[in-house]
Structure formats: C-alpha cells, structure tokens
C-alpha cells in the first residue's frame, strides 16, 4: 500500500510538471503539455487503478496554486481522469468461460471509443465555457501578437489585416478549436495510452497479454453516434428553433469519431497489408504522409467507415488465405 501511494506521488509530481511547463511558452513545452497523461496511465497501468488514481488528485492539488481552481477543474475533467477511466477500462477483464483461467479483456475497437467520447470532453469544454468573453479576448491577444511579431519581420502596417478581419478570424477560430481540439485529444489520449501500456509491458507489470491492435472493431452503436452527430452539426441551419451551441456540440463529437474512425483506417491497412513486401515502407510514407498533409486522414476514416460497413479485413482475410504463423 506504501509502495502505491508513493508511485501516485510521483507520478502526480510528473504529470504536475509537464502541465506546469506552459508557463514557459515554448514550443518544447506544448509538447510535453500533451504528454501529461502519460505518468497518470503508466501509475495505473503499471502498479493500480488507485496509484492512477492519487496521481490525477496530486496533480491537481500541485496545479492549484500555479493556474487556479478552474483551470485545474479543466485538468481533472478533461485530463487527469479521463487517464486513470481509460487505463481503468484497458485492465478490465471477466472470466471467458472457454478455458480454466482465460479471462476476456475490454475490447480495444471499445476503448477507441471510449478514447473519442473523453476527447469530445475536452472540446465540448470550450463551446460550453464559463467565461466565453475572455477566452475570444485571449484569442484576440494571441492573434494580436502574431500579427505584431510578423510587422516587425518587415511586413508594412497597411498590409494588416482590419479589426474587422481580426473579427472574422477570431469568429473562425471560436468555431473551429472545439472540434480541433476533441480530434486532438482523443490521438494524445489513444497515444500515450499505447506508450503507457508499452511501457508496463516492457517493465512486465502490465495484467493483460497485448492484443492484436490491427484486428480490433467497433461496435455497431459507435455509427449510430457519429449519424446523430453529423445530422446534429446541420440542425442550427435548418431550424432556428435549435441554439446553435447544440450545433458545435455535436460537431465536436463528429471530429472526435472520426479520430477513432481514422486510428480504425489505420488498423484496417495494418492488417490487409500483412504479408506483403514493401509493408514497412507503406505503413512508414503513409503514417508521414498523415503526419506531413493532415488532410489524409480523411481516407483513413473513409476506409475505417467502410470496413465497418463491409468487413474489408475479413474479405480480403477468406480471399488470401492463412498467413505463416510470425517467428
């Protein structure tokens, strides 16, 4: 139990840490920012759900004092617990009842969703924020420093854009950070689960046997939602009788499904590209290619959507046949 609450500690004390790097606004910082799940999951993963746990609390507590009460309530919901709920339902198993001591663990297509649903949380705390007036005024500084930063690279003061053009821009990003940030947040939730469980298994104290990653599926009510969804961002437009912030809301679930869509594309061409030669350089140029554009994405969640509506990897599976077993 001593050896627990230390390691929720420490992991606190780490997570605690990366957030607290924002202060610096450097570029380095950001990054680690999107890394502060990390030492929660490893907490949970590695050691217990209660070592998970204290470490989301102690960061909290940690946090309080640098950026407030209501910016740690942003942490905790959108960060600290979404960690420890994910690396929760990653250990979750039940006896499988088709050996002596087999046990069926959470399904990982499950996961994903689950992944998008605590990512829709992040964006929906910005279209429902306490203080919407001065998050578009913070927009307007960053917007602002920009645009001085790029005038004192030699750009003429007649060539900046109107405050009327700063409205418009700042109007476009309101709309546009809720989804963008959902999206973002389900990819750093679903990555530093996998480098979490990583390392756990690495250090051989992760419970359950890694699974085939590229063979997992979504459940059937995971289309339902992103339907509802997408009929969702439309009905501002159709009907003034809905307020529009239903509108955004249902906008930043849509983004955050289409991440799990995209990571399901992706899995889908790990496993039909299985075997053949050259696979390593297909899966390196179009994991670059995704990094690099950005707009590829887009295929992945097509081809996700599609496998999920005609089993892609299943045909292609019968059509091939059995693959030599892997040395």
């Given at each position: 139990m001593v050896q627990i609450v230390l390691i929720g500690i420490a992991a606190g004390a780490a997570?605690?840490?990366?957030?607290?790097?924002?202060?610096?606004?450097?570029?380095?910082?950001?990054?680690?920012f999107h890394l502060a799940p990390l030492p929660l999951m490893i907490a949970a993963l590695g050691w217990s759900q209660l070592a998970g746990l204290i470490a989301a609390f102690?960061?909290?507590?940690?946090?309080?004092?640098?950026?407030?009460?209501?910016?740690?309530?942003?942490?905790?919901?959108?960060?600290?617990?979404?960690?420890?709920w994910?690396?929760?339902?990653?250990?979750?198993?039940?006896p499988s009842g088709t050996a002596a001591g087999s046990v069926e663990w959470?399904?990982?297509?499950?996961?994903?969703?689950?992944?998008?649903?605590?990512?829709?949380v992040v964006g929906g705390m910005f279209v429902i924020a306490p203080d919407p007036a001065g998050f578009r005024a913070l927009l307007?500084?960053?917007?602002?420093?920009?645009?001085?930063?790029d005038n004192e690279s030699g750009q003429a003061p007649a060539?900046?854009?109107?405050?009327?053009?700063?409205?418009?821009?700042?109007?476009l990003l309101v709309i546009a950070i809720p989804p963008t940030a959902a999206a973002l947040s389900t990819l750093t939730n679903?990555?530093?689960?996998?480098?979490?469980?990583?390392?756990?298994?690495?250090?051989?104290?992760?419970?359950r046997p890694w699974p085939m990653l590229s063979d997992m599926v979504f459940p059937r009510i995971a289309a339902i939602f992103l339907a509802v969804a997408a009929v969702g961002t439309l009905l501002p437009e159709v009907s003034s009788d809905v307020p529009p912030v239903i509108g955004r809301l249902a906008a930043v679930l849509a983004a955050s499904l289409f991440m799990a869509y995209a990571m399901l594309g992706l899995a889908v061409l790990h496993a039909t590209t299985r075997g053949i030669r050259g696979r390593g350089m297909v899966l390196a140029g179009t994991y670059a290619t995704v990094a690099v554009l950005g707009w590829p994405v887009l295929v992945m969640t097509l081809i996700g959507l599609i496998d999920s509506a005609i089993d892609i990897r299943g045909r292609i599976a019968s059509r091939r046949g059995p693959l030599a077993p892997r040395p």
């Open positions: 997570s605690a840490l990366l957030i607290a790097a924002l202060a610096s606004g450097s570029l380095l910082a950001m990054l680690l102690v960061s909290a507590a940690a946090l309080v004092a640098v950026f407030g009460y209501l910016f740690v309530a942003g942490y905790l919901v959108g960060i600290a617990l979404p960690a420890w994910l690396s929760y339902l990653a250990l979750l198993g039940r959470f399904p990982v297509g499950r996961l994903v969703i689950w992944a998008a649903l605590t990512g829709s307007k500084r960053v917007l602002d420093l920009i645009l001085r930063i060539d900046l854009p109107s405050s009327g053009d700063i409205d418009q821009m700042l109007d679903l990555g530093n689960l996998w480098l979490a469980a990583q390392i756990a298994r690495v250090s051989g104290r992760l419970a």
